[in-house]
């Protein structure tokens, strides 16, 4: 008897193959999507990694020592199970297709040729994985200077690079191009005539970050955009523990130099 169910329910499962075979939906991914293991970059990557290392470093923008400190750093966090459906897409993988992504800027459509996964799976990998990279970084490579003397210290840095006294690091904004969302209207158009999100960044004398914000509508002006983040909030709110006059040099003001702009902000 259970045989014979066994039996009935194989019948079935081919019967609904055959009918998604018909929709042209037979399969869950492209046979070629299937066979990542042969297709992909991987195997010119470490052809690259064994004998051009050089070329290794334009494809990822960063040497092989680096890239593994990264992925030692992510790997426990972008890791997936294998299933008994599928092999998952390893953290290695995850991480070399999101690099090549921020590297070149191409579409998930046309990154699926060199990585083959399909755009779906990049659509949640990519993201994912970005989130993963900011995360581990953050507190090593991005800190925000919490007292008067980091704030000097980056002052005196500025000043000895670029002749410039008590500056606490160069702002400004980038406007990231993005597809019109739907039903958006003019909320994100720019006046470079075109839909974007803003990146706003405050950099130090070594062009390292210390603040970033990113969402703003393209539409907002760069004093609009400042005005949104918390970094805005906490200077009129006098919670940066910026240098009083008493230490600056000259007793003068502290300030953030807009140095696209040529002019800079008084903080007061």
Known sequence: MLRKKKLILLLLIL?????????????WV????RDRENLSHMKLLKRLK???????????????????????????HIKRQNTVMRKAISAEERLIVTLRYLATGRTFEDLKFSAIISPQALGKIIPETCEWIYKALK???MKFPKTSEEWQEIAYNIETRWNFPNC?????????????????GSYFFNYKDY??????????????????NVGC????SDGGVLEYTKFYDKLIEKKLNLP?????????????????????????
Do not use: C
Not at 51 to 58: L, V
């Open 15 to 27: 019967l609904l193959t055959n009918e998604r075979g018909k929709n042209g939906k037979r399969f």
């Open 30 to 33: 492209k046979e070629w999507l």
């Open 50 to 76: 064994d004998s051009s290392s050089e070329d290794f470093k334009n494809y990822l923008r960063m040497d092989e020592a680096s890239f593994r400190k990264l992925l030692t750093l992510v790997k426990p």
């Open 139 to 141: 507190k090593e490579y």
């Open 168 to 184: 606490g690091g160069s702002i400004d904004g980038k406007h990231l191009r993005i597809v019109k969302p739907a039903n958006s």
């Open 195 to 212: 839909h974007s999100i803003v990146l706003m960044a405050l950099v130090n004398a070594d062009y390292e970050f210390i603040y970033v």
């Open 217 to 220: 509508n393209g539409r907002v």
């Open 244 to 268: 009083s006059n008493d230490v600056t040099k000259h007793n003068l003001n502290f300030v953030l130099w807009q140095m696209m702009r040529l002019h800079y902000m008084k903080i007061f």
